[in-house]
């Protein structure tokens, strides 16, 4: 008899795991977020500390903020203000020293930070014997920026000299300008004379200087006189002190060796009634406000990388990853800020409506964004952008943080996960079956069962019986496989890898400095830190295909539960006064612990094969601002229901703009049993995630697209072909996100940034630069959707060419066997038409031009291909082409996009000889064409006599509302070289 997994004797670690889960997370009979776990800004005491200040500054009338810089202590070189702010403290008697350095960008980004000087009378006592670092965390750059920091050779202080002001000129043209006011301490930055962001204005700068804890006086100490007025001053001037030292949350108690130390300030967006950015939130595109009111949050949105399974919707509650990037939008301009800092952040956004003079009629009526960040810790540390339009914003912030990874091409395609794949043979079967219903797929997942007793790194050898033979398998169709490492390690004997990491001292410590232990999957647990350089060596090594047996070059990872979750700590975290590598406290790099596992897992996969390095596919939970330079991200534990699938769009519309467009959500809804209306409508909706991958909770019934039944199995398998027919535009516009860094889906807004109607419409999207307009149905029984048009060019349906054209709303049908998908005139579309079971097999197929002419009768587009593995592209291994339709020659042509002959490119070139265009659709074909019958195609580098051919054309009558069409049938024109299509 084979023996069982299901009837093997429990293990006592497997019961209390499976105890914690089903207290945290896995067996939740109502499914709903566990609020209790979570805190609020009132439970956290530096964000409850700050909102009061906020509320006592806006009670006050002649409230003044307690900071001014010190004129006598400027000075400005090389692009770099700086400066001493004072903080003025127990009324007036003490002076907080605060470094403020303004350093002025090449790109014309500002960057402002504030950091809190030594005192001159000693050194603060840390109140514990804690080993934590006496400093505030100033190494959130090391991580989250990789360049874009050439400071302006051009900015320079203004001639004008105005007392109590220090102004700078700078950006191109010197257009941009800060103005520093010394007291109170305030900066306005101004683009053209106008100001677009401001720092201080509200007067809620808050930088909690370090102090010595003043502990109670016991009534019979003299000596504690002292001490006991020092209080009374602090409590004069109404601070609540409450969770200085101390502060407990759901029976955990975080020791604050450091004492208070929050960093805050209000920056205001005048003018701005949109702000977009700050994910991860289940919330709308154009951010709601968070004091209350009519349809509006009462809490502040939250920065707190966190586990929460089951997500509420509609809620500024923090999820899994953090990106503390935000965009104020209005017509003509975009501006933002990123606030850089890893700590717990809370962000309070209010939109008072400025009250107009009342001859005006109400005219001159405008909304300011007000908005409060609050950090608990770590530097004041904000880069200001002034646009002026949404992709300047994303390309500077790309800029500073990194573009998204170029992916391998399969990496872009269909991701077939489940938790869980039980054995190997199941994944063969799995595998099989898809092939079968040719349905197409090109990776397969591997969940935690895959291990032996969640050790990662093993398999588990009664169910993984031959994993090289399953890579082989897969391989056979270029498919892959991606399996799961988590960053807790088993904390368990005879398991090298827990041994290894207590041995050479690389795990995350408690607050006393010893390894810290928690409970996770795997029961007793500890946690790789990589901060540490010498943890991510490590980690390296054990990614080698001769230390992790069974994998092969087709497996790549998954990265889950990096926030970190930890089943027993406080908000199933770290403990905040955990220590990492170089002493900081998990507190001050909390947001920052995804990213460095994330990126140790990179690094290893780069690094696990002799010879041609293969590009790294690894899929992260919890991220920060640098993530998008490592990997994918999903969405998280969402649930079967239409309102998941509805919110997913909206969640990754923000991913996109906010430097992170590699985002998707699990198709299916993680937790429940979608109805299979409501799975056919995500997978037409997931075809326009940028990660686009099935997934399912292990309580889940299975549901591979094939067992869907008719009809669904069908449309699925339509929905999932329109994917890899349309990967060539997805392949480019992957390629201008990691050149750019504009997102790959795209909200209304960044594609139509002076459409003031359309800038809170974030239920349907671009695919990249190409128009392709999708509005994915996500109501059950819906039948037809409303789809809104910007301006007023035709757009044609994908399928059959209907045109609808005029600013507004338009309703399409939509039923289910069809995914409402538009095509904007003035675009050329690349395509590859024929169907195959994965997208490694359609390396060499030929390619359809789908030339979507505008109202003038032009259109244009581009295709960008590389070997889709490799890094050579960055040595000029790829194709990048042009296609421009001139209505008024009605002519179309190819021409290369970027001239660069290199040996890696020639031979790229030669690969690709053979790859043509076998088909070109002209959708709004000119009625005088009606009788044509061929074209004139003529391709450059070939003989005089070769070079121009005659080629059949037919041209279509739409009728009903469609637009014609016409078809070259093969001008058989190499889709890497230069040619021209005569239509007259
Ligand atoms: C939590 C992840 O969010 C989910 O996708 C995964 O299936 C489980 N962990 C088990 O690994």
Redesign the pocket.
């Known amino acids: 008899m084979t023996p069982s997994k299901a009837w093997s004797a429990p293990r006592w670690t497997t019961v209390v795991v499976v105890l914690l889960a089903t207290l945290c997370c896995l067996f939740v009979p109502a499914l709903g977020v566990k609020h209790e776990n979570f805190k609020k800004c009132d439970q956290s005491g530096f964000c409850k500390r700050n909102r009061q200040f906020a509320d006592k500054a806006a009670a006050t009338t002649s409230w003044t903020s307690p900071y001014a810089l010190d004129p006598t202590s400027l000075s400005f070189s090389d692009g770099i203000l700086s400066a001493v702010v004072l903080k003025t403290v127990k009324d007036g008697q003490e002076k907080v020293r605060l470094p403020l350095k303004v350093t002025f960008l090449e790109s014309g980004v500002a960057r402002v930070t504030l950091d809190e000087e030594k005192r001159q009378k000693g050194d603060i006592v840390l109140r514990h014997d804690s080993k934590a670092r006496k400093e505030r965390y100033n190494e959130a750059g090391a991580w989250a920026l990789v360049g874009g920091l050439e400071t302006s050779k051009g900015a320079a202080l203004s001639d004008k000299v105005e007392e109590g002001f220090t102004k700078v000129f700078y950006g191109k043209g010197g257009k941009h300008q800060a103005i520093i006011r010394h007291a109170p301490f305030e900066i306005d930055f101004q683009r053209d004379g106008e100001t677009h962001v401001k720092f201080n204005q509200r007067g809620l700068l808050n930088i909690e200087h370090w102090r010595q804890k003043v502990e109670k006086p016991q009534e019979e100490k003299k000596e504690g006189e002292e001490a006991k007025e020092e209080e009374k001053k602090e409590e004069a001037q109404g601070e609540d002190e409450s969770t200085w030292w101390e502060e407990s949350f759901g029976g955990n108690t975080d020791s604050k060796p450091r004492g208070p130390e929050a960093v805050a300030l209000d920056i205001t967006f005048p003018g701005y009634e949109h702000v977009f950015g700050i994910p991860e939130h289940a919330t709308r595109l154009s951010l709601k406000t968070t004091r209350g009111g009519d349809g509006n949050y009462k809490e502040p949105y939250r920065l707190y990388n966190a586990d929460v399974?089951e997500y509420e919707l509609d809620s500024p509650m923090t999820l899994y990853g953090a990106i503390p990037f935000m965009q104020a939008h209005r017509k003509g301009s975009t501006v933002g800020v990123f606030w850089l800092n890893a700590a717990e952040t809370w962000i309070d956004v209010v939109k008072p409506k400025s009250i107009p003079n009342p001859l005006s009629l109400g005219v001159l009526r405008h909304t300011d964004t007000q908005t409060h960040w609050i950090s608990e810790s770590g530097l004041l540390d904000v880069f200001v952008f002034l646009g002026p339009t949404p992709q300047d914003l994303t390309r500077q912030y790309g800029e500073l943080t990194g573009f998204t990874a170029m992916p391998q091409s399969f990496a872009i395609a269909y991701h077939q996960c489940r938790?869980n794949y039980v054995t190997d043979e199941d994944v063969k079967d799995v595998d099989r079956r898809f092939d079968k219903f040719k349905i197409p797929y090109d990776v397969i997942w591997l969940?935690?069962e895959y291990t032996q007793e969640k050790k990662y790194f093993t398999w588990d050898p009664l169910t993984f019986v031959n994993p090289t033979k399953m890579h082989k398998q897969l391989d056979k169709s270029e498919r892959k496989l991606v399996a799961?490492i988590d960053p807790h390690i088993k904390n368990t004997d005879n398991y090298p890898v827990i041994d290894e990491l207590k041995k050479k001292d690389l795990a995350v410590k408690n607050k006393e400095g010893n390894l810290y232990e928690g409970w996770c999957?795997p029961g007793s647990s500890m946690w790789i830190d990589c901060f540490n350089p010498a943890a991510i060596n490590w980690w390296k090594g054990l990614f080698k295909y001769d230390s992790f047996k069974g994998t092969a070059p087709n497996t790549f990872i998954w990265n889950?539960?990096n926030e970190p979750s930890v089943f027993n700590g406080p908000e199933t975290t770290m403990p905040k006064d955990n220590l990492h590598f170089g002493n900081w406290e998990h507190r001050d790099v909390h947001n920052l612990y995804g990213l460095t596992f994330h990126n140790a897992t990179y690094q290893a996969l780069l690094e696990r094969k002799k010879g041609t390095i293969r590009r790294p596919f690894a899929l992260t939970?919890a991220f920060y601002a640098g993530s998008q330079r490592i990997g994918a991200m999903w969405t998280?534990?969402n649930l079967a229901e239409w309102s998941h699938l509805e919110a997913s769009i909206p969640m990754i519309l923000n991913q996109g703009i906010s430097g992170f467009p590699f985002a998707g959500a699990?198709v299916g809804g993680?937790f429940g049993n979608p109805s299979k209306e409501l799975l056919t409508r995500w997978y037409q909706a997931g075809i326009y995630y940028p990660f686009f991958r099935g997934?399912a909770?292990i309580d889940t019934r299975r549901r591979e697209p094939y067992l869907a039944g008719a009809p669904y199995t069908e449309i699925i398998t339509q929905a999932l072909r329109l994917r890899y027919q349309l990967l060539p535009a997805w392949y480019t516009a992957f390629h201008e996100a990691a050149t750019t860094g504009a997102p790959i889906v795209r909200p209304n807004f960044y594609v139509h940034p002076d459409d003031e109607k359309g800038f809170a419409v974030d239920d349907q999207l671009y695919i990249g630069s190409y128009g392709l307009l999708a509005k994915p149905v996500t109501k059950e029984g819906q039948s037809s959707v409303d789809v809104y048009l910007a301006d007023d060019q035709p757009y044609y349906d994908y399928f059959d060419y209907t045109v609808y054209q005029g600013h507004g709303h338009h309703n399409i049908p939509a039923p289910l066997e069809k995914i409402p998908l538009l095509m904007q005139g003035g675009h050329i579309i690349p395509r590859r038409d024929r169907p195959r079971r994965s997208s490694g097999l359609m390396k060499y197929d030929p390619f359809t031009l789908v030339v979507v002419l505008d109202k003038d009768g032009n259109a244009q587009g581009t295709l960008y291909l590389d070997d889709g593995e490799t890094f050579e592209y960055e040595q000029g291994a790829y194709i990048h082409r042009r296609f421009s339709f001139d209505g008024k020659r009605n002519s179309l042509s190819s021409s290369n996009l970027v001239d660069r002959v290199t040996v890696k490119g020639e031979n790229y070139l030669k690969t690709m000889a053979k790859v043509r265009v076998e088909k070109v659709i002209i959708v709004g074909a000119p009625k005088s064409w009606r009788n044509k019958k061929e074209v004139v195609v003529m391709e450059e580098g070939k003989k005089e006599s070769a070079r121009k051919k005659t080629v059949e054309m037919e041209w279509f009558e739409g009728g009903k509302g469609r637009a014609d069409w016409a078809v070259v049938r093969d001008p058989k024109v190499g889709v890497g070289r230069g040619w021209r299509i005569d239509f007259d």
């Open positions: 399974f938790w969940d935690i799961i999957w889950d539960m939970r998280g534990d699990d993680f997934h909770h």
